[in-house]
C-alpha cells in the first residue's frame, strides 16, 4: 500500500548535512556524441551550449552539452578504444553515467558522504580557467552510475573549464521541457532497501512514499519502489526492484540488457504537457500507449481537470490526483535499441506524487512491448 511517510519535506539547514541546490546535469555515456547531441536538439529541442574533445585538448573523449531552461545534457563518447568509458558502452549500451548535483561545497558535500560510507569516485578536484572555478567530486551509486558534487559558484563561464561555447546554425526551437523532476534506478533482487538506507543514511535522504507489490503489479508483473527525497526536495530518486511475478518483471528485462543496476527513467516537468508531447510527436518521439478505455472513466476517478479530455486520449496522456491536487505524465518508449533508459513528461498540478493510480495502466503497455521484444 502507498504510505506518505512526509509529504513535504522541509529543509532543515542544523541537520541537512548535504545541501543539494538541484540536478546540476545528466551525463550519457554513448556510442556516438555527436549523433547522439543531434538527436537530443532534434527531437527534443535542447540547444547546444558547449564542447569537449581533441580540439579543446580533451584527448580520450569528446562532449556535447546541451540545455533547455533548467536542463542540461552531457553526451560523451569516447574517441579510442579501451577506456573506461568505452568498457561502459560495451557493458551497458548507451546510458546514464553521472546523476550532477549542485552544490555549494562540493568538498565537504564529498567530506560528509564519504565519511558516511559512499565510496569515493571522484576526490576534490578545482578545475580553472578565465571565467573562473568549478570545484567537481563524486561517489558510486547502483551498478556503475555516479553522483558527481558541483560547486559552480565561483564560475561565469558557459558549462566547466575544458569546454568551449558550442554554436551551431541548427538551432531547432525548444519544446517546454524545464528541469529534471526525478531520476529513477533500477537495482537488482533485494536491493531497494539497500539502497534507500544509502540514500538515508550516506546522502540524508527522506523516504517520501514508498509501493509494494500490490500496488505495482499486473497479472503477470511485478515490481517494488521506494522514492527518496533530500531535504528541500529539490532532489527526488525513486529506487526500483523487481518482485516475483507469473512472468518477467520489466526490471529484470532492464537488468538483463543494461547487464546491471542503472537509471531507468529520467522525469522532465513541463509547464503545458499537450503543447510540449505534441511537438515532441512531430519530431518522431514514440510514446507508450494505453488502450483508450483508460479515459472511459478517467474523469470519475480523478475529478475535475482543466485539461479537454480529446487530446490526451489522442496522445496517450496519463491523469492522477492526491490530496494535494493532480499531474499529468506520459512515458517514452526507450530511446535506443536495448530496452533500458527512457523518459516521462510529467506536469504537476499541485500533485508531489508519482502517478500510482496509472500503474497498472502504464505496466500493461509496457508489457505489450516486452512481450514483442519476446522478453514477457
Ligand atoms: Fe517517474
Redesign the pocket.
Same mark, same amino acid.
Given at each position: 500500500m502507498e504510505t506518505i511517510i512526509q509529504n513535504t519535506p522541509v529543509r532543515n539547514e542544523q541537520t541537512d548535512f548535504l545541501p543539494l541546490e538541484g540536478t546540476d546535469h545528466v551525463e550519457f555515456y554513448v556510442g556516438n556524441a555527436k549523433q547522439a547531441a543531434h538527436f537530443y536538439k532534434t527531437a527534443f529541442g535542447f540547444q547546444g551550449l558547449a564542447y569537449a574533445g581533441p580540439e579543446t585538448g580533451c584527448k580520450d573523449k569528446a562532449s556535447y552539452v546541451v540545455r533547455q531552461n533548467k536542463l542540461t545534457f552531457v553526451f560523451t563518447t569516447p574517441v579510442r578504444s579501451h577506456n573506461p568509458i568505452a568498457d561502459h558502452i560495451y557493458k551497458h549500451g548507451d546510458g546514464v553515467k553521472v546523476l550532477a548535483l549542485k552544490v555549494d561545497d562540493a568538498k565537504d558535500a564529498w567530506l560528509q558522504t564519504t565519511r558516511r560510507g559512499a565510496k569515493s569516485y571522484l576526490e576534490p578536484v578545482t578545475h580553472k580557467d578565465d571565467a573562473g572555478e568549478v570545484v567537481l567530486s563524486g561517489i558510486h551509486i547502483y551498478g556503475d552510475t555516479v553522483h558527481l558534487f558541483v560547486e559552480r559558484k565561483n564560475y561565469k563561464g558557459v558549462f566547466m573549464p575544458g569546454y568551449r561555447k558550442w554554436e551551431s546554425v541548427y538551432n531547432p526551437p525548444e519544446t517546454g521541457l524545464l528541469y529534471v523532476d #526525478?531520476c529513477?534506478g533500477n537495482v537488482g533482487w533485494n536491493q531497494m532497501d539497500p539502497w534507500v538506507m544509502f540514500y538515508q543514511d550516506v546522502m540524508g535522504f527522506r523516504n517520501i512514499l514508498s509501493f509494494d507489490d500490490n500496488d505495482i503489479s499486473t497479472e503477470y508483473s511485478a515490481l517494488m519502489s521506494k522514492v527518496m527525497s533530500n531535504g528541500n526536495g529539490f532532489v527526488k530518486f525513486?529506487i526500483n526492484e523487481p518482485a516475483e511475478g507469473k512472468k518477467k518483471s520489466q526490471i529484470e528485462e532492464y537488468l538483463d540488457y543494461y547487464d546491471g543496476e542503472g537509471c531507468q #527513467?529520467v522525469?522532465l516537468a513541463t509547464a503545458d504537457i499537450v503543447k510540449t508531447v505534441t511537438e515532441l510527436q512531430s519530431r518522431g518521439i514514440e510514446f507508450l500507449k494505453v488502450p483508450t478505455s483508460y479515459y472511459d472513466d478517467l474523469l470519475d476517478r480523478v475529478g475535475h481537470i482543466d485539461e479537454d479530455l480529446e487530446p490526451l486520449k489522442e496522445m496517450g496522456i496519463l491523469v492522477d490526483r492526491d490530496e494535494e491536487g493532480y499531474l499529468l505524465q506520459i512515458f517514452t518508449k526507450p530511446v535506443e535499441d536495448r530496452p533500458t533508459l527512457f523518459f516521462?513528461i510529467?506536469q504537476r498540478k499541485g500533485a508531489k506524487s508519482?502517478?500510482k493510480g496509472n500503474f497498472k495502466a502504464l505496466f500493461e503497455a509496457i508489457e505489450r512491448e516486452q512481450e514483442e521484444r519476446g522478453n514477457l
Open positions: #526525478h529513477v525513486p #527513467h522525469a516521462e510529467i508519482f502517478g
